[in-house]
Nanobody, 122 residues
Framework: QLVESGGGSVQAGGSLRLSCPLS????????MGWFRQAPGKEREGVAC?????DTLYADSVKDRFTISLDQNILYLQMNNLKPEDSAMYYC????????????????????WGQGTQVTVSS
C-alpha cells in the first residue's frame, strides 16, 4: 500500500516535501517514483529512482526537485515551486529495475498511491 503525504498550498518560490512510506514490499530490485497529473492533462513522470541508484528527472523539475529513499520512505523535496507544478502527485512502485527513459514512464508501474494535492499560487 502506498500512501502519499506532504502536499499543500504554497506560494511560488516555496518548498514542500512529499513522503511515501513503502510497506509490504520486499523486492531487492525495484523502481519507484513520483508522477503528477494536472486537470485535463495526462499523468507525467516527475522523478524516479531504482535500486541500482539511477535517478531520472523530468526536464521541467531538474535542479529544483530531489528524489530520495531513506529507511523505506520515498521522498520528493520540491524547491522553488512554480504555479505550473500544481497537480495531484502520486507515488508509484514496481518490483524489478527499469532503466533509461522508461524509468519515468507510468506504464511500467503497477502499484500506485491515491495522490496528494500540490497547489502553487503566483
Amino acid at each position: 500500500q502506498l500512501v502519499e503525504s506532504g502536499g499543500g498550498s504554497v506560494q511560488a518560490g516555496g518548498s514542500l516535501r512529499l513522503s511515501c512510506p513503502l510497506s509490504g514490499y520486499t523486492y531487492k530490485a525495484y523502481s519507484m517514483g513520483w508522477f503528477r497529473q494536472a486537470p485535463g492533462k495526462e499523468r507525467e513522470g516527475v522523478a524516479c529512482i531504482n535500486s541500482d541508484g539511477d535517478t531520472l528527472y523530468a526536464d521541467s523539475v531538474k535542479d529544483r526537485f530531489t528524489i530520495s529513499l531513506d529507511q523505506n520512505i520515498l521522498y520528493l523535496q520540491m524547491n522553488n515551486l512554480k504555479p505550473e507544478d500544481s497537480a495531484m502527485y502520486y507515488c508509484a512502485f514496481r518490483g524489478g529495475v527499469v532503466i533509461g527513459p522508461s524509468l519515468l514512464s507510468r506504464s511500467w508501474y503497477p502499484y500506485w498511491g491515491q495522490g496528494t494535492q500540490v497547489t502553487v499560487s503566483s
